[in-house]
């Protein structure tokens, strides 16, 4: 029963246009979503993140959308680039305790493959 | 000055015999974590430990055994290996259990025959 999922085992972009990932999770207890990036031979590393109570955050480049009701969250990549190209894993987690408490679910992951 | 770093990287070994992976993070992080990516490529959280306590422990086979000698070191002893068990497994680390962001080492890529 995998609680979190990304549908899309791949996607590819130009270079400069917009890369949109998706996650969709099942666990209403979950309260805050993390995106991962993982190169080749390395581990996942921290992306960015959301709480619950929001609905949109962004750093830079990097913008999640996340929609509760629909129980879907979205990574948007604007402008993307070559080096961009890696596997995106989206995560939640549940803070307010319970059985899932402190523990990060992941979804599969998603290879994005930005053209130059 | 890595992180979270991980020994060896690949392990190659044959049905039966028993492996040890080792782990260390030197962030000075209170929380440690094994994870192992199946073949579905799902990240799985197996354990957990907090100040060298196990505070997560999965429905894992208990031929797996983690022990964390002190809070910057855990590691993954394996007994008798079966095939399902080949996977590539990854250690994090957090400052603290509740703490939101997890950091991850390189893998070490596990292959049972």
């Known amino acids: 029963d995998q609680q979190v999922k990304q549908n899309s085992p791949s996607l590819s972009v130009q270079e400069g246009r917009i890369s949109i990932l998706n996650c969709d999770y099942t666990n209403s207890m979950f309260d805050y979503f993390l995106w991962y990036k993982k190169y080749p031979a390395e581990g996942p590393t921290f992306l960015i993140s959301i709480s619950s109570i929001k609905d949109k955050n962004e750093d830079g480049r990097f913008t999640v959308f996340l929609n509760k009701s629909a129980k879907h969250l979205s990574l948007h990549i604007v402008p993307s680039q070559p080096g961009d190209s890696a596997v995106y894993f989206c995560a939640a987690k549940r803070r307010a305790g319970g059985t899932s408490y402190g523990k990060l679910t992941f979804g599969q992951g998603t290879i994005l493959t930005v053209h130059p | 000055d890595t992180a979270v770093s991980q020994t060896p990287k690949y392990l190659v070994t044959q049905m039966g015999n028993d492996k040890s992976i080792k782990c260390e993070q030197n962030l000075g992080h209170d929380t440690m974590y094994w994870y192992k990516q199946d073949s579905k490529k799902f990240l799985k959280i197996m354990f957990s430990?907090?100040?060298?306590?196990?505070?997560i422990n999965e429905t894992v086979p208990n031929r797996f055994s983690p022990k964390s000698p002190d809070k910057a070191h855990l590691n993954l002893h394996i007994n008798s290996l079966e095939l399902g068990d080949s996977a590539v497994y990854f250690c994090?680390?957090?400052?603290?259990?509740?703490?939101?962001?997890?950091?991850f080492g390189p893998g070490t890529r596990l292959t049972v025959l």
């Open positions: 994090a680390s957090s400052q603290q259990f509740d703490t939101d962001t997890q950091y």
């Open positions: 430990y907090n100040n060298k306590e196990l505070i």
